[in-house]
């Protein structure tokens, strides 16, 4: 059965210029997450983070596929315009969040550590210069949704780098890249560190998107 798209008219044009508008790129994320509703509920996932949850639109999503559970959603950001839409989406949708105001996951360790049982990301994947990415990341608002520095991959590779310290075993990482991102060589990196990987492509106009979903060894 398919699962509704969560509410998001409360959202604004005004809450636009400060917070990511879901597009391709989260509605992809969220084909990934039904595709695997079943295993994800069967699973009985206690921790779940979004890291970068801008709407809240899939963290959202999430609690409410996994429905009246033991989980705990928590949703980070660093731009504080993205914790408040957030909660606010959690509640246009009778669901419960746990915005959290910071960097990646930073504060959350190590009480966190190896017992993430779901992580979702869809990161600042585009491709730009390193002053723009290091620049917008200051500034905490709408550019350091998109702007992601070499190869557009400067943040997402620091979470990859702690992906080992993250998931519990058998824990699940579903990422969001294109094609700049180089995806074959994010999968032969991840592989070689014994984590599983399956990638779901669809194209988007001249955009090809990817979902990795990325698995700790059980």
Not at 84 to 109: F, G, H, K
């Amino acid at each position: 059965m398919s699962l509704p798209t969560p509410q998001i008219a409360h959202l604004t044009e005004d809450d636009y210029e400060h917070v990511y508008e879901p597009a391709e790129d989260s509605f992809i994320l969220l084909d990934a997450l039904e595709a695997d509703a079943e295993e994800l509920r069967h699973a009985k996932p206690i921790i779940c983070v979004e890291i970068g949850s801008g709407s809240g639109i899939a963290s959202t999503f999430l609690s409410n596929l996994l429905g009246a559970s033991s989980s705990l959603v928590i949703s980070t950001d660093i731009n504080h315009y993205a914790c408040q839409a957030t909660a606010r989406t959690a509640q246009a949708n009778d669901t419960t969040l746990n915005p959290v105001l910071c960097n990646l996951v930073d504060p959350l360790m190590p009480r966190l550590e190896n017992k993430i049982d779901i992580l979702l990301f869809n990161p600042p994947y585009v491709p730009t210069d390193l002053n723009e990415m290091e620049n917008t990341q200051s500034l905490r608002d709408i550019g350091g949704a998109w702007a992601g520095g070499n190869e557009g991959m400067v943040v997402t590779n620091v979470v990859l780098e702690q992906l080992p310290r993250l998931l519990s075993p058998g824990g699940r990482l579903y990422l969001v890249a294109v094609a700049q991102n180089k995806p074959t060589v994010i999968a032969d990196q991840l592989l070689a560190r014994g984590l599983l990987v399956k990638v779901l492509q669809r194209r988007a106009g001249r955009e090809r998107l990817h979902v990795m979903r990325v698995t700790a060894p059980a």
